[in-house]
């Protein structure tokens, strides 16, 4: 055997164990990357889910704010009956009784229809909470992943077990979501 030819396989073993002692970086990179796709996926749903009910939100609203202006409406036309005189008295009690029995059941209509828009407001914010959770932590996962990368271009593993404590604080967030 050439001293050549030694040479060349003491670096090709050097080169070996270097790939061996790398490989759970790689492993590693390649589950951080996986956990950021994943994060992100659950993001954009809880996003999109807070958008949808902010939407649902809105049209509670909105149809709380049209029975609010029947209700005005009707005790207008009932103080207006009020103060006009007809000749059918009888008929214009019947009717001032009509628009107060309506006035009534839509002044318990109404305290619902807030109920119920308030808590979707409410719905929307925990939405908005759980997606800003996936958000830092995909932004943590994100940043471990950068970090551990940078073990293969310096051969340094303090950065593999930096980029493993941003890793496990973006885990944390992700979970964190759930609770």
């Known amino acids: 055997m050439e001293p050549q030819e030694a040479e060349e396989l003491k670096e090709h073993a050097e080169h070996g164990a270097h790939e061996a002692t790398m490989r759970p970086v790689a ?11 994943v994060t992100t996926l659950l993001g954009h749903r809880a996003h999109t889910e807070a958008v949808l009910d902010q939407n649902k939100a809105t049209d ?6 049209a029975h ?11 103080d207006l009956l009020g103060v006009v005189s007809l000749g059918d008295k009888d008929a214009a ?11 009534k059941k839509w002044a318990d ?6 109920k119920q828009a308030d808590e979707m407001e409410a719905e929307v914010k925990r939405i908005e909470a759980h997606a800003d959770r996936f958000d830092l932590a995909e932004a943590m996962l994100e940043i ?8 293969l271009l310096t051969k340094s593993r303090i950065y593999w077990y930096l980029g493993l404590v941003f890793s496990a604080a973006g885990i944390v967030s992700a979970i964190s979501a759930y609770l």
Do not use: C, P
């Open 93 to 103: 009690a019947k009717v001032a009784k009509s628009y107060a029995d309506h006035e």
């Open 60 to 65: 509670l609203w909105n149809f709380y704010q």
């Open 27 to 37: 492993f590693t990179m390649a589950v951080l990357a996986v956990l950021v796709a």
């Open 109 to 114: 209509e109404l305290k619902d229809e807030q």
């Open 68 to 78: 609010k202006i029947r209700a005005n409406e009707t005790e207008l036309a009932q």
């Open 144 to 151: 471990g992943l950068v970090i551990t990368s940078v073990t």
